[in-house]
Nanobody, 114 residues
Framework: QVQLVESGGGLAQSGGSLRLSCVAS????????MGWYRQTPGAQRGLIAA???????TYYGSVEGRFTISPDNAKHTIYLQMNDLTPEEPAVYYC????????WGQGTQVTVSS
């Protein structure tokens, strides 16, 4: 099993930036990919960025070109650099990892002020 701990959420101004971190521990050698989901109130979680264990990255929806997912393999950590945040993007952001099973972090709140 994999344990995930996120950090880095908080308040940003519209047009501003935040960087989220997700530290993985446990059975990380079995991981196929890691990624970030976000969830707004009343909506389902949606995948916004993913990175495979070969380093391939994929982005979904409106984040492409503004968000960057990147790894620090030595620290067993992935990051989500979020630039040019919009007032429509406040949400809880969740780190996910998938190997033999899917694991979730506890989520970190991002708030964007207009």
């Amino acid at each position: 099993q994999v344990q995930l701990v996120e950090s880095g959420g908080g308040l940003a101004q519209s047009g501003g930036s935040l960087r989220l971190s997700c530290v993985a521990s446990g059975s990380i050698a079995s991981l196929k990919y890691m990624g970030w989901y976000r969830q707004t109130p009343g909506a389902q979680r949606g995948l916004i960025a993913a990175i495979l264990n070969d380093g391939t990255t994929t982005y979904y929806g409106s984040v492409e070109g503004r968000f960057t997912i990147s790894p620090d393999n030595a620290k067993h950590t992935i990051y989500l650099q979020m630039n040019d945040l919009t007032p429509e993007e406040p949400a809880v952001y969740y780190c996910v990892a998938e190997g033999t099973r899917r694991s979730w972090g506890q989520g970190t709140q991002v708030t964007v002020s207009s």
